[in-house]
T-cell receptor, first 110, second 112 residues
Framework: GIQVEQSPPDLILQEGANSTLRCNFS?????LQWFHQNPWGQLINLFY???GTKQNGRLSATTVATERYSLLYISSSQTTDSGVYFC????????????FGEGTQLTVNP | EAGVVQSPRYKIIEKKQPVAFWCNPI?????LYWYLQNLGQGPELLIR????????DSQLPKDRFSAERLKGVDSTLKIQPAELGDSAVYLC??????????FGPGTRLTVT
C-alpha cells in the first residue's frame, strides 16, 4: 500500500511566525487531505487537495502530484494553531482508504 | 449542516466485556468508514461501507470485531470480548462516494 511520511515530527514556534509542513507519499494518489487534530481529538478538515494549490485564510496548501509531495503553509501562527497536523492519502486502486502519516506536533507559544 | 455524530464519547469497560459504538454520518453521504487511532499515531482504517455493503474490511479483526450498516445510514461497531489492547479512539467518517472524508469526534475506549 501507499506510504505517507510527514516532516518535521515536532515544531515549536513563537506566535506570529510562519511554518511549512511537508508530506511525502510513495505512489500516485486520488485523494490527499490535510487535517488538524485539536486537543480534544477532533479531526478538522483543512484541505482536500489531490493536486494544485488552495488557500484558506492564513493557511494554504500545495500538492505536486507528479513529484509525490504536499506542503501545508501556516502564516502568522496563533496559539490556537497548536495541535497535531495530519496528512492522509489514498490510492485509486485502494478505493478511498486513507493512509495517514505520523503527524506533525505543532506548539505555538505566546 | 450537522457533522458526523458518534456515541458514546467515552467508554470504560472491563476486559472480556462487550462494547458497541454508534455512528450517524452526514446526511446524503453514502460511504461510511470506521478508523482506529492509537495514542500518538494516525488513524487506521478498520472497515469501509458503500451504502449497506462492506467493501473494505481487510483490517478488521473479525474474531472479535463486527460492524453493520443497516439501511445504508447509521452504523454500529462492536467488540466482543474486549481486550486491554483495544483501548484506543474509534473514529467514524463519511464521504459522498470517494470524495473528501469528514470525521466525527470519536469514542475513547478504555479497557481495564
Amino acid at each position: 500500500g501507499i506510504q505517507v511520511e510527514q516532516s518535521p515530527p515536532d515544531l515549536i514556534l513563537q506566535e506570529g511566525a510562519n511554518s511549512t509542513l511537508r508530506c511525502n507519499f510513495s505512489d500516485s494518489v486520488n485523494n490527499l487531505q490535510w487535517f488538524h487534530q485539536n486537543p480534544w481529538g477532533q479531526l478538522i478538515n483543512l484541505f482536500y487537495i489531490p493536486s494544485g494549490t488552495k488557500q484558506n485564510g492564513r493557511l494554504s496548501a500545495t500538492t505536486v502530484a507528479t513529484e509525490r509531495y504536499s506542503l501545508l503553509y501556516i502564516s502568522s501562527s496563533q496559539t490556537t494553531d497548536s495541535g497535531v497536523y495530519f496528512c492522509a492519502a489514498s490510492l485509486l486502486t485502494s478505493g478511498s482508504r486513507l493512509t495517514f502519516g505520523e503527524g506533525t506536533q505543532l506548539t505555538v507559544n505566546p | 449542516e450537522a457533522g458526523v455524530v458518534q456515541s458514546p464519547r467515552y467508554k470504560i469497560i472491563e476486559k472480556k466485556q462487550p462494547v458497541a459504538f454508534w455512528c450517524n454520518p452526514i446526511s446524503g453521504h453514502n460511504t461510511l468508514y470506521w478508523y482506529l487511532q492509537n495514542l500518538g499515531q494516525g488513524p487506521e482504517l478498520l472497515i469501509r461501507y458503500e451504502n449497506e455493503e462492506a467493501v473494505d474490511d481487510s483490517q478488521l479483526p473479525k474474531d472479535r470485531f463486527s460492524a453493520e450498516r443497516l439501511k445504508g445510514v447509521d452504523s454500529t461497531l462492536k467488540i466482543q470480548p474486549a481486550e486491554l489492547g483495544d483501548s484506543a479512539v474509534y473514529l467514524c467518517a463519511s464521504s459522498s462516494d470517494r470524495d473528501e472524508q469528514y470525521f466525527g469526534p470519536g469514542t475513547r475506549l478504555t479497557v481495564t
